[in-house]
């Protein structure tokens, strides 16, 4: 059980990094329309929060490649879980009318 401690909360901070990262993305990209300089606000924001979470992900990894693979696990998850949350809702028919396939 000892070994599994590290992972898990290596999974949870992975958690954590992933929220603050995509979570800062998404209220940049909200922000982008009413910034004077959308790009500069863009390229701060990914700056900041790339660096804070390479640095994050150092820290974890503490030279553990488990952990650093628990880690982003759990970065991706939430990855994954914005995405599927945040994506417009569009119906089966709005889509082929696009000419997208689903």
Avoid: H, N
């Avoid at 929220?19 to 700056?47: E, H």
């Avoid at 390479?54 to 693979?69: A, H, K, Q």
């Amino acid at each position: 059980m000892s070994a599994v401690l590290p992972l898990l909360l290596a999974l949870v901070a992975g958690l954590g990094l992933g929220l603050f990262y995509f979570g800062g993305l998404w209220l940049t990209v909200k922000r982008l329309g009413r910034a004077r300089s959308p790009t500069l606000l863009f390229a701060l924001s990914f700056g900041v929060r790339t660096a804070l979470v390479v640095l994050g992900m150092y820290l974890v990894m503490d030279g553990s490649w488990p952990r650093m693979l628990a880690c982003l696990a759990g970065f991706i998850i939430v990855r994954q879980t914005m995405m599927s949350r945040l994506r417009p809702d569009r119906s089966p028919e709005a889509r082929w009318e696009g000419g997208a396939e689903p």
